[in-house]
């Protein structure tokens, strides 16, 4: 197995975790769950048997990861970060909707790519794919597929703007590229955000 | 006392719990809460005393269940539902509001109907009634009593459709019944959905 | 150390916490936080250090207060309100936004105000003041600094009206002051509202 922390108060039934992984207090991994290298995952998680979450990813306090979702290597996933995977639910214990769940076609899975940002309390619809380096702002409710590098605020939420690698937003139009305080240049054509030269 | 189960972690200080019911990691469940049978109660949920929850009820993680919040037979509550008791909160340790909290006339009571589904971060205004098999929105503010059957988004919430009882989307309109994938049909009126046949 | 009280399955690292304030189930206080006297921190909480809690704040259950994040004395903050403190949040552990997590230039300020309610799953931005004695209804985003005595709703958040210094909303207009319940008389102008008699 190998070295990762797990706080003494956390409870971690899954051995698919990566080396310098962080579990902390209260959290609950379950068998089945896999996480890779190096991530920090904060106080009260939960992370179902099924879920996916790759290497380097900072995952903040309260959050439950359900079955059917995928998060790439180094996202960031804010406090209280909602994830679904149902989009109808109803009680498998109520006799009306119980034939509902006696396979697994009731779910939807979700994938959040790789560098993404989840802000706090953002509410993430069962099957979408979030595109990598896209931003989703504190409290947006995504009910479509997100662009890669997309900045993303409301509910339903809308695009305002874009967002380099490193997660600042850029000063971007169609008709005039914009370069990063932290050095990359972007150009925006039709099908999205481009990457012109790295620092 | 009934048959139900306890995860180590877990606290329970009621004993109005019915058979079967299972209560997992990290949840506290407090003296005066009462619940039913056949429950599946997540993580890091806190059911205060005064709260009522039916039974076959299925209540993900993280949700805080108040005194006078009532939950119906079959109903899902899906991760961090937000309920409320008190539509106007202060502090009761502010002096300048310490005079409201003398009594409960600060308490609004919410129900949740039969068969209803409350989707992930939902919030539910104290004082709001839920019909039976109605579906909530996964992020969605419920601020007005919703009709039985209704499906509801935003925030704040309005009614975008109809759902049957067992929890799909019915494509239904005033001049014209619709049948279900689970055999039930329903007719639509200016009070509402009614069903006219089962499967 | 004051007398305060610790739940036996809360975490409490930090030694400035006044007394009578009481940390309930599964919270976990770090160390460098710093907490007032007769406050009620409710379970499930996560209070980070460089935290600054007042005295008399009535904070519910799962609420995580992050560094930057200042309450004042005698504030609500309601069940699970969503703090933050970067606006343009990244995985420190990732490799195309380590350089902006090598300082503390990433970390906006909060500031609640003396008297103030955060409702239930309110999610303040970073960077954002709100006034003393204002009220922000459940599930608000709040993305701009809130006038005192504001009451505040939505996605993102609009005001609506005013609230007295007990809570309730006061029906009042520029040209006619307003007497709420509690006694306590109010005149609105330009620069926001004012209390000119007590009860």
Same mark, same amino acid.
């Given at each position: 197995?190998?070295?990762?922390?797990?706080?003494?108060?956390?409870i971690?039934?899954?051995?698919?975790?990566?080396?310098?992984t962080?579990?902390?207090?209260?959290?609950?991994?379950?068998?089945?769950?896999? !996480? /890779?290298?190096?991530?920090?995952? $904060?106080?009260?998680?939960? %992370?179902?048997?099924g879920a996916?979450? =790759?290497?380097?990813? @900072?995952?903040?306090?309260?959050?439950m990861?359900?079955?059917?979702?995928?998060i790439?290597?180094?996202?960031?996933?804010?406090?209280?970060?909602?994830?679904?995977?149902?989009?109808?639910?109803?009680?498998?214990?109520?006799?009306?909707?119980?034939?509902?769940?006696?396979?697994?076609?009731?779910?939807?899975?979700?994938? !959040? /790519?790789?560098?993404?940002?989840? $802000?706090?309390a953002?509410? %993430?619809l069962?099957?979408i794919t979030v =595109?990598?380096?896209a @931003?989703?702002?504190?409290?947006?409710?995504?009910?479509?597929?997100?662009?890669?590098?997309?900045?993303?605020?409301?509910?339903?939420?809308?695009?305002?703007?874009?967002?380099?690698?490193?997660?600042l937003?850029?000063?971007?139009?169609?008709?005039?590229?914009?370069?990063?305080?932290?050095?990359?240049?972007?150009?925006?054509?039709?099908?999205g955000?481009?990457?012109?030269s790295a620092?």
């Open positions: 197995m190998a070295d990762f922390f797990v706080h003494s108060t956390a971690v039934d899954s051995e698919q975790i990566g080396a310098g962080r579990i902390w207090a209260f959290s609950h991994v379950l068998k089945g769950a896999v !996480i /890779g290298e190096q991530c920090n995952i $904060g106080d009260h998680c939960f %992370i179902e048997g996916i979450i =790759g290497s380097r990813v @900072t995952m903040k306090n309260s959050n990861v359900w079955e059917g979702v995928t790439a290597d180094g996202a960031f996933i804010g406090p209280h970060v909602f994830f679904t995977n149902d989009l109808y639910p109803r009680s498998p214990r109520l006799q009306e909707a119980a034939h509902r769940y006696e396979n697994h076609g009731w779910l939807s899975e979700t994938h !959040i /790519g790789y560098g993404a940002s989840l $802000g706090a953002a509410v %993430i069962a099957g =595109g990598e380096f @931003t989703i702002g504190a409290g947006a409710v995504i009910s479509k597929d997100v662009a890669a590098h997309a900045l993303m605020v409301g509910n339903p939420a809308r695009q305002i703007g874009w967002v380099c690698r490193c997660g937003r850029l000063d971007i139009r169609q008709d005039q590229n914009a370069k990063c305080h932290c050095g990359d240049e972007y150009g925006l054509a039709e099908e955000l481009h990457r012109i620092k």
